[in-house]
Nanobody
């Protein structure tokens, strides 16, 4: 079972990035997916999730109006579209999966984690 996150990079303030998280070794549609991030010296922060049962997205208040999570079951991939990026969005971004239907905001409820992809927003 493996998650592979990609799409990070260096972007200017106000720019956009789309992160991808490909899954292998699991039945993608049976997992609730989420994105987290961790900035240097800070705790891990939940950003967004999408339920395996309802496919309804949920977002942290800090990113609700700028980020969008989506999934493509045929490609076993979940995406995080990030717009209007700010310097405070600079962090390592992680995707995570859990077999339960509920989108938990705590990382310890997730069973599988990707390796992380660095996003740097320059001002």
């Amino acid at each position: 079972v493996q998650l592979q996150a990609s799409g990070g990079g260096l972007v200017q303030v106000g720019g956009s990035l789309r992160l991808s998280c490909g899954a292998s070794g699991l039945t993608f549609s049976s997992y609730t997916m989420a994105w987290f991030r961790q900035a240097q010296g800070k705790e891990r922060e939940w950003l967004a999730g999408i339920s395996r049962t309802t496919s309804s997205p949920s977002y942290a208040d800090s990113v609700r109006d700028r980020f969008s999570i989506s999934s493509d079951n045929a490609k076993n991939t979940v995406y995080l579209q990030m717009n209007s990026l700010k310097p405070e969005d600079t962090a390592v971004y992680y995707c995570a999966a859990r077999t339960g239907a509920f989108v938990h905001r705590r990382g310890d409820f997730y069973d599988v984690w990707g390796q992380g992809t660095q996003v740097t927003v320059s001002s």
